[in-house]
């Protein structure tokens, strides 16, 4: 176990639908990110907040809207998905924002859209 | 050009026997290297960062770093089935920024018993 959960695990939803993702660290840590990593492709960088303040937003659709009301605690809010948008999606954290920082993963949440 | 690029595999290498796994990236001024571990099914897990050119032993894992070549490796010595996974490379501190990882597609090993 690695100090990062995530709720749900498993999530089916409708394009109309509207859910949220959570992610919780146990670590201590300062950074968090949201990651998407489908198939025969490399894991993406969505989101990444420091110290609660979004600093990156890898062009993603607004869609997809994260939330971080502390360093330990983040959403990713979800309405009007794609099918396209079915993935896993992975959040991280990092003890801080630097180029040497090693980031954990918690254990992802399987997100299909029908 | 892939930034992080590997050899999707498979990979296959019989039980003892050493499993050799590459990493090639495009960014000349990235600073921090790190592998994963990703079961099927599950979230990467972390196996080793390296910073510095050279060897880096831990266990049965030694990360090898050449910048100069822009290629890092991860040897794991006396495979095991349990190993038999995907192994993520992911390059940090480039030009895209301190703190974005670029990962590879990864390369898949099996060790055979």
């Known amino acids: 176990e690695t100090g990062v959960t995530q709720t749900p695990r498993h999530l089916v939803m409708g394009m109309t639908n509207k859910k949220s993702l959570k992610c919780e660290q146990h670590l201590g840590h300062n950074a968090m990110y949201w990651y998407k990593q489908s198939a025969k492709k490399p894991l993406e960088l969505m989101f990444v907040?420091?110290?609660?303040?979004?600093?990156e937003n890898n062009s993603v659709p607004s869609r997809f809207s994260p939330e971080c009301p502390n360093s330990s605690h983040l959403f990713l809010h979800l309405h009007t998905l794609q099918p396209e948008d079915s993935a896993l999606y992975l959040c991280?954290?990092?003890?801080?924002?630097?180029?040497?920082?090693?980031?954990?993963f918690g254990p992802g949440t399987r997100l299909t859209v029908l | 050009q892939k930034e992080v690029e590997q050899n999707s595999g498979p990979l296959s290498v019989p039980e003892g026997a050493i499993a050799s796994l590459n990493c090639t990236y495009s960014d000349r001024v990235s600073q921090s290297f790190f592998w994963y571990r990703q079961y099927s099914g599950k979230s990467p897990e972390l196996i080793m960062s390296i910073y510095s050119n050279g060897d880096k032993e831990d266990g049965r894992f030694t990360a090898q770093l050449n910048k100069a070549s822009q290629y890092v490796s991860l040897l794991i010595r006396d495979s095991q089935p349990s190993d038999s996974a995907t192994y993520l490379c992911?390059?940090?501190?480039?030009?895209?920024?301190?703190?974005?990882?670029?990962f590879g597609t990864g390369t898949r090993l099996k060790v055979l018993a």
């Open positions: 992911a390059v940090n501190g480039g030009i895209t920024g301190t703190y974005k990882y670029i």
């Open positions: 907040y420091n110290f609660k303040e979004q600093t």
């Open positions: 991280a954290s990092s003890e801080k924002l630097a180029e040497y920082n090693e980031q954990f």
